[in-house]
């Protein structure tokens, strides 16, 4: 099992045990970390945005134009955005380092 | 000059739920209201996902949003229902008592509702314009920031700044551009989800020099609140520039919030409403809560057991309605009574006299 390291909000690291075929939005969710994710992982309501941490962003599968008009709804993107629902854990991704975007009010 | 409608029930919210309410409510010949913050019927079944299929419906293997809500309307009709669309709820005042409650609601566009019981089946809370996470934007709301053009007039002759890369950026790019004093178009790509006709359109402009367009985000405002005077604008390799702007309108969509519901005096858990599951009425007797916006223990959060709910608080409903008459348990495929009221079999009978 590998693991994926989130910062939230206030700054701190938290290190999580991640599962295979596990969306990262559902990981962190699972640790009770503050994500809403209010669709439910359908790519709807961009409320798991996320910042990739620069060596990580070349290792995701590339965001699809729906993620890419998701994120277009989001007050502060930047180009390391991308929406933790649609990335999909994979072992590849042991280590992965994401922070949690503000939220938008 | 506000407007004074007397009904039996208003339901708040004219998504899925609220529209079954309607049906069976009506079987139970109890009039009803509904009033919703969208502009259009459906809640986010037709603003979130119109076209996207849904699975779960007892009956329907496969049905868009969309297409729940037109089936649903089609199955309301003989109840006509009076909708109340793009006006929010603010106010609720308990008038009567416990075993004869009455409410008066008012809404933001200065109608005013009695009734004898409140349905609440307002889902998610209430679409509002997404509000950019940025530091003071509050100091600057309507006097500098807008999340909705209300009047164009207003931004005559000023120097605005629209962020977004949606159909309302675009549209009221194109609107405000003849009368702005200048106008900047701010997205993070530059790439649209907009009509490809608009977004033409605005390539013209910024070619023949008639307007600006930028890649970024804002992320912060300038000037002495309330009165703005530049957008600070990072760029995706982390460098910022200012654009001047006396106007800002950030078009970011929609987000859900519980809105003035919060208020009511309901001991809201985590946001949402707290019913029994006998009749879904809240802490206060006369008003229910059904749908996505109720808790209880078990709950899930279906359109389907929204549905059930809808029945079940129209059951109680009917007492606070019509105090003094038994209810009597029918089905709509053998009672004439109520196959009457749907309008498959015509009604011989006298219209019942006015309560």
């Given at each position: 099992?590998?693991?994926?390291?989130?910062?939230?909000?206030?700054?701190?690291?938290?290190?999580?045990?991640?599962?295979?075929?596990?969306?990262?939005?559902?990981?962190?969710?699972?640790?009770?970390?503050?994500?809403?994710?209010?669709?439910?992982?359908?790519?709807?309501?961009?409320?798991?945005?996320?910042?990739?941490?620069?060596?990580?962003?070349?290792?995701?599968?590339?965001?699809?134009?729906?993620?890419?008009?998701?994120?277009?709804?989001?007050?502060?993107?930047?180009?390391?955005?991308?929406?933790?629902?649609?990335?999909?854990?994979?072992?590849?991704?042991?280590?992965?380092?994401?922070?949690?975007?503000?939220?938008?009010? | 000059?506000?407007?004074?409608?007397?009904?039996?029930?208003?339901?708040?919210g004219a998504g899925p739920v609220g529209l079954f309410a309607v049906f069976?409510?009506?079987?139970?010949?109890?009039?009803?209201?509904?009033?919703?913050?969208?502009?259009k019927i459906g809640g986010q079944c037709a603003e979130l996902y119109p076209e996207k299929p849904i699975y779960d419906i007892p009956g329907f293997p496969v049905i868009t949003g969309q297409g729940l809500i037109d089936n649903l309307l089609r199955q309301i009709e003989?109840?006509?229902?009076?909708?109340?669309?793009?006006?929010?709820?603010?106010?609720?005042?308990?008038?009567?008592?416990?075993?004869?409650?009455?409410?008066?609601?008012?809404?933001?566009?200065?109608?005013?509702?009695?009734?004898?019981?409140?349905?609440?089946a307002?889902g998610?809370?209430?679409?509002?314009?997404?509000?950019?996470?940025?530091?003071?934007?509050?100091?600057?709301?309507?006097?500098?920031?807008?999340?909705?053009?209300?009047?164009?007039?207003?931004?005559?002759?000023?120097?605005?700044?629209?962020?977004?890369?949606?159909?309302?950026?675009?549209?009221?790019?194109?609107?405000?551009?003849?009368?702005?004093?200048?106008?900047?178009?701010?997205?993070?790509?530059?790439?649209?989800?907009?009509?490809?006709?608009?977004?033409?359109?605005?390539?013209?402009?910024?070619?023949?020099?008639?307007?600006?367009?930028?890649?970024?985000?804002?992320?912060?405002?300038?000037?002495?609140?309330?009165?703005?005077?530049?957008?600070?604008?990072?760029?995706?390799?982390?460098?910022?520039?200012?654009?001047?702007?006396?106007?800002?309108?950030?078009?970011?969509?929609?987000?859900?919030?519980?809105?003035?519901?919060?208020?009511?005096?309901?001991?809201?858990?985590?946001?949402?409403?707290?019913?029994?599951?006998?009749?879904?009425?809240?802490?206060?007797?006369?008003?229910?809560?059904?749908g996505d916006?109720?808790?209880?223990?078990?709950?899930?959060k279906l359109i389907l057991s929204g549905f059930?709910?809808a029945?079940?608080?129209?059951?109680?409903?009917?007492?606070?309605?019509?105090?003094?008459?038994?209810?009597?348990?029918?089905?709509?495929?053998?009672?004439?009574?109520?196959?009457?009221?749907?309008?498959?079999?015509?009604?011989?009978?006298?219209?019942?006299?006015?309560?």
């Amino acid at each position: 099992m590998g693991v994926i390291h989130v910062i939230d909000r206030d700054g701190e690291r938290h290190t999580l045990e991640a599962l295979e075929g596990w969306r990262v939005m559902e990981i962190i969710r699972d640790w009770n970390l503050p994500l809403s994710g209010a669709c439910g992982g359908a790519c709807e309501c961009g409320t798991c945005h996320v910042f990739v941490s620069e060596p990580w962003l070349d290792k995701l599968h590339p965001a699809t134009e729906e993620e890419e008009g998701r994120l277009d709804m989001l007050p502060l993107t930047r180009k390391n955005s991308r929406l933790a629902c649609q990335i999909l854990y994979e072992p590849e991704l042991d280590g992965l380092e994401v922070t949690l975007a503000p939220v938008s009010g | 000059m506000s407007e004074r409608i007397e009904t039996d029930v208003v339901i708040v919210g004219a998504g899925p739920v609220g529209l079954f309410a309607v049906f069976e409510l009506g079987l139970l010949d109890i009039k009803a209201h509904l009033v919703d913050i969208l502009p259009k019927i459906g809640g986010q079944c037709a603003e979130l996902y119109p076209e996207k299929p849904i699975y779960d419906i007892p009956g329907f293997p496969v049905i868009t949003g969309q297409g729940l809500i037109d089936n649903l309307l089609r199955q309301i009709e003989p109840f006509k229902p009076t909708f109340h669309l793009g006006e929010m709820v603010e106010g609720l005042e308990s008038l009567g008592d416990a075993e004869h409650p009455r409410f008066r609601i008012t809404t933001d566009a200065g109608k005013v509702f009695e009734c004898k019981a409140v349905i609440v089946a307002a889902g998610g809370g209430s679409f509002q314009p997404k509000k950019p996470p940025i530091e003071r934007i509050d100091a600057y709301e309507n006097t500098g920031v807008f999340y909705a053009v209300r009047k164009m007039e207003a931004f005559r002759d000023k120097r605005i700044l629209i962020v977004g890369g949606g159909d309302s950026a675009l549209d009221w790019t194109l609107n405000l551009q003849p009368l702005a004093k200048h106008l900047t178009l701010l997205h993070r790509r530059d790439a649209f989800r907009a009509a490809p006709d608009s977004v033409n359109k605005m390539r013209a402009l910024v070619a023949a020099g008639a307007m600006d367009f930028e890649l970024g985000q804002v992320v912060g405002l300038k000037g002495p609140a309330p009165t703005l005077e530049a957008a600070v604008v990072r760029r995706d390799d982390g460098s910022t520039f200012e654009v001047p702007c006396e106007v800002l309108l950030p078009f970011f969509g929609l987000t859900m919030k519980l809105g003035p519901i919060a208020e009511w005096g309901l001991n809201l858990h985590e946001n949402l409403i707290p019913v029994d599951t006998e009749k879904f009425e809240t802490s206060t007797p006369g008003i229910f809560a059904i749908g996505d916006i109720n808790w209880y223990p078990g709950k899930l959060k279906l359109i389907l057991s929204g549905f059930h709910e809808a029945a079940l608080a129209a059951q109680k409903a009917h007492r606070y309605v019509y105090p003094e008459k038994k209810l009597l348990f029918q089905y709509t495929t053998s009672s004439t009574s109520l196959q009457k009221k749907l309008g498959v079999v015509p009604d011989t009978r006298k219209q019942p006299e006015a309560v």
